[in-house]
């Protein structure tokens, strides 16, 4: 996820387009820059770092004029750094681009372009976008970019700039956000209202595939056939705090409602029917993966969390033996790394000082890594031999929601792999999987569209000292994050607990009214699971059930309801998989119980958003 802005009226774009694009920093802050447009020239400045770092490196540029682009950028190919930071431009210095989101095709569109005689600089997919403009380019900057974006697969928003057409700056998107606003002083775009709020509150909002053309006095709306669309604006009324959070109360909100688009987004080029699963930046050769004898799966927090789940994942897909480790325990129990281990590093920021250390001491015992990262560039990913990232998009709440679901679909695609060339699944069965992941955005959607028990359970509980969360298998991995969840927000102590192991003395804790989340939602394990929930009923104990619908049903009459106060059931979906939608629903009780408490959901009490610390 990153920002753009563009700016075109009666004022100097260049401090407009900094001012806006540091009320974006929150979509994206590893790299930034500007491109102006003055007296026949498209000045550009950009470059690694903050949008301070930009402003420091502008003082010594001449950027004045009154039309530009901006961006923020949140790297997913190519590392930040000067060169692949935004705006890119077309070698011939005739159009300027920035852009936010995935061009899936963007190998095949560089080789074509290659081919043509255009040369690249960068290692992003984004600078196929100027030359493949300036390649259509032949006097309407309108006609090439509507030809460009029809050979462009993935998601766009894009602010575009030509050198000899200066009265105007070219928008589209698909899948990525974009809004144009309107004031008295000159037009604006964006990837959100927040970042020009304090000039305009008249904004349009453009459609998928829709060509925005936008002067200093004039927006006109274009179909892709270029004829005309009539749009309203739409006044806005929010804050701009309240803006920056897409008009959510909190960042953890906003981030819990973007997993169906962070699932999508991290399965993007790699999960695609019909087509066997690929990495991009994958270097691992066909034989080492045949010759992996032993896995170790390491990291901290919600990320540990995720491997939990992983190992699950790996085992059942591939039959290689899956071991999980706390990185602050696995460093110093002087771990027995056979020949042909291969450790995963699973951490959202890739800074995590116990993260780092584990894989250190594995990869000095000859382990490989392949670290799985939401931050590109990052020490962990620079440091492994192999890197998948997540593409959840920035992470601002402290408290981890997508990057966990990420986590766990980047696994999901890796031991697909694995699968696929061990040959442990058979090709109808990956297919299978790959079918169900793909649904998975859609009923991730459904379930954010039930939030009243959540609510009301939240409601009668949020009073309470102690809770406990209980499964089995992968519901006892999914139990974990749930207590983490609540216990780092609302300050409530959680227990997460095998539901087998509860009699073996955890058990003399419940009593009358003690609130128990029991997660009963892998299919094999549910009657033992009923069981163990009627251990707590019996004692009193007041229990929220999470259950499955039936496959292809909208219900679920497995015996959890009636032997619990509440039921939530997510849609069904492979028993893998099931963690992916679970922990939505513990996301959203975990949030509204926090609420209620009057807590900082976004910056809790002693913690901090990366332990870059021992
Ligand atoms: C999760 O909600 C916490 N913020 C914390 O446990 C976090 O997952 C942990 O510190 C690991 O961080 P990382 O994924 O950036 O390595």
Not at 252 to 274: C, F
Not at 334 to 342: E, G, V
Not at 379 to 403: C, Q
Not at 525 to 543: P, Q, W
Request: with cysteine.
């Amino acid at each position: 996820m990153c920002g753009i802005v563009g700016y075109i009226g009666s004022s100097q774009a260049a401090p407009l387009l900094i001012d806006s694009l540091k009320r974006l920093e929150y979509r994206g802050y590893d790299s930034a820059g500007i491109s102006v447009f003055n007296q026949g020239v498209l000045n550009t400045v950009k470059c690694k770092g903050r949008i301070s770092v930009l402003e420091e490196k502008m003082s010594s540029q001449d950027l004045s004029g009154l039309a530009g682009i901006g961006h923020t950028r949140w790297a997913t190919h190519g590392e930040p750094s000067d060169v692949n930071s935004h705006p890119h431009t077309s070698p011939s210095g005739r159009i300027s681009v920035v852009h936010n989101g995935i061009i899936e095709n963007y190998q095949a569109l560089r080789a074509y372009l290659i081919s043509k005689g255009y040369t690249f600089t960068s290692e992003t997919d984004t600078e196929v976008i100027p030359h493949l403009i300036d390649y259509y380019y032949k006097g309407s900057i309108t006609e090439a970019v509507s030809k460009a974006v029809s050979k462009m697969e993935g998601s766009y928003a894009l602010g575009v700039l030509a050198r000899d057409e200066p009265d105007k700056i070219v928008a589209v998107r698909k899948d990525s956000p974009l809004v144009i606003g309107t004031s008295d002083k000159g037009n604006f775009l964006a990837s959100d209202v927040s970042a020009f709020l304090p000039y305009s509150r008249l904004v349009y909002y453009s459609d998928d595939n829709e060509l925005a053309v936008i002067r200093g006095d004039s927006i006109e709306f274009l179909s892709a056939e270029g004829d005309p669309i009539p749009k309203t604006p739409v006044e806005i009324t929010w804050s701009v705090d309240a803006a920056e959070k897409g008009g959510y109360e909190h960042f953890m909100l906003k981030e819990i409602h973007e997993q169906p688009k962070a699932i999508r987004d991290t399965m993007a080029s790699r999960i695609v029917a019909g087509s066997p699963v690929a990495f991009e930046s994958l270097k691992l050769s066909e034989d080492g993966i045949k010759s992996v004898e032993k896995i170790f799966i390491v990291a901290c927090g919600t990320a540990y969390h995720a491997g939990v789940v992983g190992r699950t994942i790996i085992e059942k897909m591939t039959g290689i033996p899956v071991e999980t480790d706390i990185a602050s325990e696995f460093r110093y129990r002087d771990p027995i790394i056979p020949k042909n281990a291969l450790m995963i590093v699973i951490s959202q920021s890739g800074e995590t000082a116990d993260t780092l250390a584990a894989m250190r001491e594995a990869k000095r015992k000859g382990a490989s890594i392949l670290a799985i990262t939401n931050v590109v560039g990052s020490s962990v990913a620079r440091e492994a031999d192999n890197v998948i990232h997540t593409w959840a998009g920035p992470e601002i709440a402290v408290a981890s929601t997508k990057a966990y679901v990420t986590q766990i679909i980047a696994i999901l695609a890796f031991g697909l792999y694995l699968a696929q060339i061990r040959g442990s699944m058979s090709e109808e069965e990956i297919e299978s999987v790959k079918g169900e992941m793909l649904n998975l955005p859609e009923k991730a959607e459904a379930v954010l569209s039930q939030k009243e028990t959540l609510q009301k359970f939240a409601a009668q509980t949020y009073n309470h000292r102690d809770m406990f969360y209980l499964g089995r298998g992968l519901d006892y991995a999914l139990a974990m994050e749930g207590a983490l969840k609540l216990k780092e927000i609302s300050y409530i102590h959680t227990e997460s607990y095998a539901g087998g192991e509860l009699k073996h003395g955890t058990i003399a804790l419940i009593e009358s009214g003690t609130v128990v989340i029991a997660l009963a939602t892998q299919e094999s394990l549910r009657e033992k699971m009923i069981s163990n929930i009627k251990e707590v009923t019996t004692r009193g104990a007041n229990v929220l059930g999470f259950t499955i619908n039936k496959q292809g049903e909208n219900f679920s009459d497995d015996g959890v309801a009636s032997v619990v106060t509440a039921t939530f059931s997510i849609p069904w979906t492979q028993p893998l998989l099931v963690p992916v939608l679970a922990v939505i629903p513990l996301q959203l009780f975990a949030y509204y119980v926090a609420v209620l408490r009057g807590c900082d959901v976004d910056k809790p009490r002693n913690l901090a958003k990366s332990v870059t610390v021992e």
